[in-house]
Each structure stands twice: as C-alpha cells, then as structure tokens.
C-alpha cells in the first residue's frame, strides 16, 4: 500500500495567492482528516470527512479556507487568499471507520506550506 | 477538560537509557490513548496505543503504563537508540469519536 499520498510536498506562495493542497488517502479508508502543524498551536484539526462528507469543520480558521472531497479517493483543501499566518505543514490523515469505532489514523508526509 | 497535557517539552537521553514521556488528561470519558512518533520531514505515525482496561501494555522496547485513578500515562523507551530521536505526540479520544486530542509533543534526542 502506497499510504496516504500528499502534494505538493512543498509550496512557497506570495501572500493573496490562492493554494491548493491535495490528498489522496488510503484505498479503502473511508474517513479523511486534514491537519495543520504549526510550532506555536501544535497539531490542529481543520476539517474531518466520512464517507466524503463534511462532519465536522469547526477547525477551519476562517472562510479563506475551504475543503472539498469529491470521491473516496480525493481530497483538496484551498487557501484564498493566502496570507503569512498561514504557513504550516498540512497534514492529510485516512482512517476506517467501521459502526461507531474509528480505526487508526494513518497519516501522510505533509505539504510545507510558506506565504510569503 | 478536554486537554491533555504533556512533559517534558523536550527530553535528551544517552544511548541504553530510559527514555520517560508523561502525559495527563481530564476528561474521564476517554477511552482510547495513543502515542505518535514523528521523524522530520515526515507525519506522525501511530506508535503504541492502549485502552483503559489494561495497566500496562508492551510492544518491543516500547511500554505504555497507565494510571487511571490519576488519569495519567506513560511513555517508556528501553534502551533507547539514536533511532529512537523523534518527536512524541500523546493523544486520548472517546474510541466512538473521530476527534483526537493531542498533546504538545515531546522532543527526544538520543545522545549516541
């Protein structure tokens, strides 16, 4: 299994640019997480999909960003317009989840995001 | 309540020793508790995981020990290996839930 595929691994943008971070999780996962890492707040939890649907969104910072999962397969989450704040490294997480128990989550390598 | 709290911030240990990262948590509705290892560069990768219905449990030079009536827990690292460097993420969830809340990570450098 390739394990859950990130890009760009890297990303250098100029504040107001639009970003667009890509995922795609373990075949047969039906639970996708996006992350953001940063030195100050940890690891936060921006978003969280089941089934392709958004569950729970709470995380996300402010209507600059936006998550979207159009099939099992794929994920993007879209910073517009980008600032310097938002530098992080982005995580994209799958996991099973089967009845009420959710299985590991299994993360990807990240995407080193840097607004410049 | 729904913090979990963990020490040290960061940890150096000489090779062969014992390596010790402590976690504490709130909410007593937690069931499930991970530890996470991250290398550089790379994203956390599940570890070790215990429930509360064991005290201990051992994979390899890897034990977590649990304490529930103080609602603390442990990483243990025998023997620890310059391999072992990394940074320690603890986490607790309530197994039924996707949320998992994570400590403030522990940074271990094993000193060869």
């Known amino acids: 299994d390739a394990g859950v595929i990130q890009s760009p691994r890297h990303e250098v943008t100029e504040m107001g640019q639009e970003v667009t971070l890509r995922c795609k999780p373990i075949?047969?996962?039906?639970?996708l997480f996006w992350y953001r890492q940063t030195m100050m707040r940890g690891l936060e939890l921006l978003i969280y999909?089941?089934?392709?649907?958004?569950?729970?969104d709470s995380g996300m910072p402010e209507d600059r960003f936006s998550a979207k999962m159009p099939n099992a397969s794929f994920s993007t989450l879209k910073i517009q317009p980008s600032e310097p704040r938002d530098s992080a490294v982005y995580f994209c997480?799958?996991?099973?989840?089967?009845?009420?128990?959710?299985?590991?989550?299994?993360f990807g390598p990240g995407t080193r995001l840097l607004v410049l | 309540q729904q913090q979990v709290k963990q020490s040290p911030q960061s940890l150096i240990v000489q090779k062969g020793g014992i390596s010790i990262i402590n976690c504490a948590y709130e909410?007593?509705?937690?069931?499930?508790f991970p530890w996470y290892q991250q290398f550089p560069g790379k994203g956390p990768a599940l570890l070790i995981a215990?429930?509360?219905d064991v005290s201990e449990k051992k994979e390899g030079r890897f034990t977590i020990s649990f304490n529930k009536s103080a609602k603390q827990f442990s990483l243990h690292i025998m023997d620890s290996q310059p391999g072992d460097s990394a940074t320690y993420f603890c986490?607790?969830?309530?197994?039924?839930?996707?949320?998992?809340?994570w400590g403030a990570g522990t940074k271990l450098i094993i000193k060869p």
């Open positions: 909410n007593t509705a937690f069931d499930y």
């Open positions: 075949s047969g996962h039906n639970s």
């Open positions: 215990i429930r509360p």
């Open positions: 986490a607790a969830s309530i197994d039924s839930n996707y949320q998992l809340i």
């Open positions: 999909f089941n089934n392709n649907v958004p569950i729970d």
């Open positions: 997480a799958s996991s099973l989840r089967r009845g009420n128990l959710l299985e590991t989550q299994y």
